[in-house]
């Protein structure tokens, strides 16, 4: 099955500063690659997704990228501020089979004022 | 707005109880998703559904079971509690790509 490694596991920045966190999969097949942000004590939401046959997708300050043939996606932040303190979360799926997503196992981001 | 909800936000429940996690979407998804959510493991998939009675086990379905007798619930069983199953737990469900979170269920058990 697939496997989604995700780094780093924490990341401190200073407000302005860019923040940028990788993962890697391991199933070739995988074309669908979500990014979640979960605050403290609330749930996961989307908040950027990018499919196999795009190498990058940009909304306002964030960005992610993907190298299929590395098999590598990150998720680039510009601008930080701190509300964009949170965990983040990489995933993997192949669309097509009820979208199981694979999860990282998340960055712990803090924006320092 | 899509809206998944789970029955409890915190639960407290003894080695050995038969512990029930319901989860309802409103959006007449397809697909439903139970995921155990630990520090350092990143969200991992008990088991998740496809429609009404069907089931598959995720990536760590051991000592968990699963109900969908309707196709807007989705339900998590620990057949018997213990004690490494304390975990925070989310439910999701997804018309096909995005997964939309329940708020998720802090159980613990003692």
């Known amino acids: 099955g697939e496997n989604v490694e995700q780094h780093p596991s924490t990341l401190s920045v200073q407000e302005g500063d860019s923040a940028v966190i990788k993962c890697t999969y391991s199933?070739?097949?995988?074309?669908?690659f979500p990014w979640y942000k979960q605050e403290l004590g609330k749930r996961p939401q989307l908040i950027i997704d990018?499919?196999?046959?795009?190498g990058e997708k940009k909304d306002q300050r964030i960005a992610v990228t993907l190298n299929k043939t590395a098999k590598h996606f990150s998720l680039h932040i510009t601008e930080t501020q701190p509300e964009d303190s949170a965990v983040y979360f990489c995933?993997?799926?192949?669309?097509?089979?009820?979208?199981?997503?694979?999860f990282g196992t998340g960055t712990q981001l803090k924006v320092e004022l | 707005d899509v809206k998944v909800t789970q029955s409890s936000r915190y639960l407290v429940k003894r080695t050995g109880e038969k512990v029930f996690l319901e989860c309802v979407q409103d959006?007449?998804?397809?697909?439903m998703f139970w995921y155990r959510q630990d520090p350092g493991l990143g969200l991992r998939l008990i088991y998740f559904?496809?429609?009404?009675?069907?089931?598959e086990k995720g990536d760590i379905p051991e000592g968990y079971s699963v109900s969908r007798e309707k196709k807007e619930r989705f339900s998590l069983i620990l057949e018997s509690a213990s004690t490494n199953q304390t975990s925070m737990y989310l439910c999701?469900?997804?018309?096909?790509?995005?997964?939309?979170f329940g708020q998720g269920t802090r159980l613990t058990v003692v």
């Open positions: 990018i499919r196999s046959n795009v």
């Open positions: 959006m007449d998804h397809e697909n």
């Open positions: 999701a469900s997804s018309p096909g790509i995005e997964a939309f």
């Open positions: 199933d070739s097949a995988s074309n669908y």
């Open positions: 995933a993997a799926s192949l669309t097509g089979g009820g979208n199981k997503l694979t």
């Open positions: 559904s496809y429609d009404v009675k069907m089931k």
